[in-house]
């Protein structure tokens, strides 16, 4: 695993966990006893199971208490860089989904950026460590999606989760976040935002962000916020539709493939269609030099901007309370008006202009490892897609 | 009896060709074990082995199973739902009859894998004076109905004692307080939320969606505060715990919890007429106006920490505007706490049935474990149980 980090040269992006469902079988040895099996084998020996077994009662049996065992595991691979999710039936141990972390695969780190061919290249790893513990070595084809010939397409994309690190972006900024693939932003926390839910096919989150990463001026501190992006089900086909490769099967449309570029491409092709706004902190009001910092003018021109209450209406609200003088009012409204003026709002979705999703970073250095032909081939080739990106 | 979720917390001897071979030892002693899911505790902090069971055919009851440590004891912990046991699904108000018949398929069903069946009674706390048993956490509830949401929206501004974190909320539901700590409040639509996890039929939502759920979450000193008294606490390991409760002192404890938050229930106290230079406490009051206005999303500790983050108010400030509007919103709350909590609205709360749940869950009579002590320790003295006129649901009477 190389650890070197990346050299960041603009608003990092990072492959957060891709997730494949599919069907193949796993070798029985391999079932029997892993650790031999990789000694054998000569595989990283870093593998964990996590078995589950279920033990229902067989309606179809004659005695009450025949019981149907079925195994299910979760196996972990290079230190849970690799996910294998397996159900056990008559046939044998079958992997059902795949979840894989590129960023921990190549860095050792979940979060961190990632560079030009981590896509192809963390695939090929997949490819190469999966296909050791199959049954049958043709089911190769069915660990990643878009490899296998014809229509036979057993593996699928199923999930994409990607996020955006933005360095200088205060989430207490954002205000009537809105969506049209989940609704309003709702459950909010002091250090997260959230459209959508964990069982919505879209789940956008934004979460206050503190990292150290690697600049052109070397190591930084960077506060801001991660904007992420997890798409499955019909999200998923939906938004890749065109920038990716989708197959029909069942009479039910799935993802097959995608390059790497597309990942910020549906990354900003969904966030421009965010709605709300962003109210910066006035300059003024964070120079304490310039007066007291909390005054009636200031909150009153905050609330106008936070709520649909007009500006007036809110005025009256605060004389019903206070019952001010002619001069303190007439004071006030002058007041309102020059910190109100001091406030601009402008859209979410003005923040996702394609100049922040630009060239992927390059790596610092290469990762050991081949790349698979057929993977470059599939995933590796990226269209002219300047004009696909929404301004 | 309102109870929802509960943790008992004990030390037992398992046996240990379950802790060897679990699955063999299911079947040979064909026990109604859905799920075995073993740990060998390489990725856990102090390498612990441990199994975790989740037993009943109806779920209800999960046990977590640490591997002996203590003179061949295991640590074990039995995450225990009584509604669901019986019912399989958590919206009943059960009766005392009908608690102390989940403590016996708790029971029934975890007797075997003890290394001594008469080590049961260390399987309910209460059972055994100066017993290992005790409770670790407990969801108990209140429902009442809400057709207009104007309880649901009155608990927006609830401020947690000792607390500043702003409420977080949805639109049928919200939580106060988060879930590490040792009290958080939900209150959500429960026939909603039951439908949600289908476990209702939607037409139900027709009668049964206007039924709001106050529940509270009582761990650690929260519950020993709320719920313990001189009678059902005891002192395990050094710590006092809760061992057993009677079903008012669990009523009791919820409306003492819910009774707790500010910025909720109406105040007779007159407003104090605001001085020329209380300007922060006028702000108070315009913010929590603001927060009860239809045309806003924020809450007032929301709106509060708004002024905090664009404005660096100082926390003297936000201590005067926090008081002032809080006492605003208790001063033009239409909530009563004495109305919401009445011993009445705890007696003739409204209970959930659902056909879709209930018609699958059956325990033979057999398989409800008995014993005098269980009654010791939850019914009082002074109250008899209700004669049953007919057979619950879940009884069934003879192998088919």
């Given amino acids: 695993m190389n650890n070197t980090p990346a050299i960041v040269t603009h608003d990092p992006m990072m492959i957060r966990s891709l997730r ?79 979840e894989l972390y590129p960023s921990l695969l190549l860095y050792g780190d979940e979060k961190h950026p990632y560079a030009n061919g981590d896509l192809q290249q963390s695939l090929s790893i997949l ?26 397409h057993v593996a699928v994309w199923s999930k994409v989760d990607c996020e955006l690190l933005m360095p200088k972006i205060q989430i207490q900024c954002l205000h009537n976040l809105s969506h049209p693939l989940t609704g309003p932003a709702q459950g909010a926390k002091r250090n997260r935002i959230q459209l959508g839910d964990k069982k ?68 900003q092709s969904v966030m421009t269609e965010i709605q709300g706004t962003i109210l910066p902190v006035p300059t003024e ?97 990226d269209r002219d897609v300047s004009n696909l990106l929404q301004v | 009896m309102p109870i929802d979720r ?41 390498h612990t082995k441990k199994l975790t069971l989740d037993v009943s055919t109806y779920k209800g009851i999960r046990v977590e199973l640490c591997e002996g440590i203590h003179d061949g004891f295991s640590d074990v912990k039995i995450e225990f739902n009584p509604g669901v046991c019986l019912y399989g699904h958590n919206g009943r108000i059960l009766l005392l009859r009908e608690f102390v018949d989940a403590l016996g398929i708790l029971i029934s069903h975890l007797k ?82 039951m439908v949600e996890h289908k476990k209702l039929e939607p037409k139900q939502l027709e009668d049964d969606g206007n039924i709001l759920r106050l529940e509270v979450r009582l761990k650690g000193n929260k519950l020993v505060q709320y719920l313990g008294n001189e009678r059902n606490m005891e002192e395990i390991d050094g710590v006092k715990r809760v061992t057993k409760f009677y079903p008012h002192e669990l009523n009791t404890a919820h409306c003492a919890s819910f009774g707790d938050l500010n910025g909720v229930y109406r105040s007779n106290e007159p407003l104090a007429k605001l001085a020329q230079k209380e300007q922060m406490k006028a702000l108070g009051r315009l913010l929590a106006r603001v927060s009860n206005d239809p045309r806003t999303t924020y809450t007032f500790l929301e709106l509060r920490d708004q002024l905090h983050f664009y404005t660096d108010a100082s926390s003297a400030t936000l201590s005067a505007i ?20 009445s011993d009445d609205a705890y007696r003739k709360q409204i209970t959930i049935f659902s056909e879709k749940k209930e018609n699958y869950v059956r325990h033979y009579i057999d398989d409800i474990y008995s014993d005098p002590r269980i009654f010791q320790a939850y019914q009082p003295p002074d109250q008899r149980l209700l004669r049953i006129n007919q057979f619950p649901s879940y009884y069934l009477e003879e192998l088919t």
């Fill in chain 1, 285 to 381: 009001w964070r120079n304490q030099d310039r007066g007291k910092p909390l005054t009636t003018a200031k909150v009153l021109a905050l609330l106008s901007q936070l709520t649909s209450i007009p500006l007036g209406e809110l005025m009256t609200m605060d004389k019903e309370i206070r019952k001010p003088s002619v001069s303190t009012t007439k004071r006030l409204k002058k007041d309102v008006q020059i910190e109100s003026s001091r406030l601009s709002p402008v859209p979410v979705s003005s923040l996702f202009h394609p100049d922040v999703y630009s060239a992927p970073i390059s790596r610092g250095s290469s990762h050991p490892g081949k790349m698979d032909a057929e993977i470059a081939r599939v995933y590796g080739m």
């Fill in chain 2, 6 to 46: 509960t943790t008992i917390q004990t030390r037992l001897k398992i046996h240990p060709d379950l802790l060897s071979d679990p699955c063999s030892y299911i079947k040979e002693h064909q026990l109604k074990v859905r799920t075995l899911a073993p740990n060998d505790g390489k990725k856990s902090r102090n």
């Fill in chain 2, 322 to 341: 926090s008081g002032e509007g809080l006492k605003y919103l208790s001063h033009v709350s239409r909530l009563r706490k004495e109305d919401l909590f």
């Fill in chain 2, 112 to 193: 075997p894998i003890l290394l001594n069946q008469d080590d049961w009674v260390d399987l309910i706390p209460g059972v055994r004076p100066k017993g290992v048993a005790y409770w670790s956490y407990l969801e108990l509830f209140l429902h009442i109905e809400d057709p207009d949401g104007s309880v649901l929206k009155g608990f927006r501004n609830a401020q947690g004692r000792n607390s500043q974190t702003p409420v977080r909320h949805w639109a049928d539901s919200m939580e106060i307080g988060s879930k590490r700590s040792n009290i958080q409040y939900s209150i959500y639509r429960k026939a909603i939320e």
């Fill in chain 1, 200 to 267: 919505d096919d879209c789940l956008i989150r934004i979460k206050v962000a503190k990292k150290k990463i690697v600049g052109v001026d070397g190591a930084q501190s960077v506060q801001g916020a991660r904007v992420r992006l997890i798409l499955k089900g019909k999200a998923l086909t939906l938004e890749f539709a065109q920038f990716g490769t989708i197959a029909t099967r069942e009479h039910e449309k799935f993802l097959v493939s995608f390059t790497e570029s597309s990942i910020a491409q549906v990354h």
């Fill in chain 1, 127 to 152: 490819k190469e460590q999966v296909a050791l513990l199959l049954a049958d070595s043709l089911d190769s084809l069915h660990i990643v999606p878009g490899l296998a010939q014809g229509k036979d």
């Fill in chain 1, 20 to 98: 494949i469902t599919t069907k193949i079988r796993l070798h029985p040895d391999f079932i029997a006893d892993h650790r031999e099996f990789a000694r054998r084998h000569h595989l990283a020996p870093e593998i964990d199971i996590f078995p589950v077994t279920d033990l229902r009662n067989d309606p179809n049996a004659d005695f009450i208490h025949t019981t149907i065992e079925k195994t299910k595991a979760s196996i972990l691979l290079l230190r849970g860089a690799i996910r294998l999710f397996t159900m056990m039936d008559s046939e044998g141990d079958w992997v059902q989904s795949i």
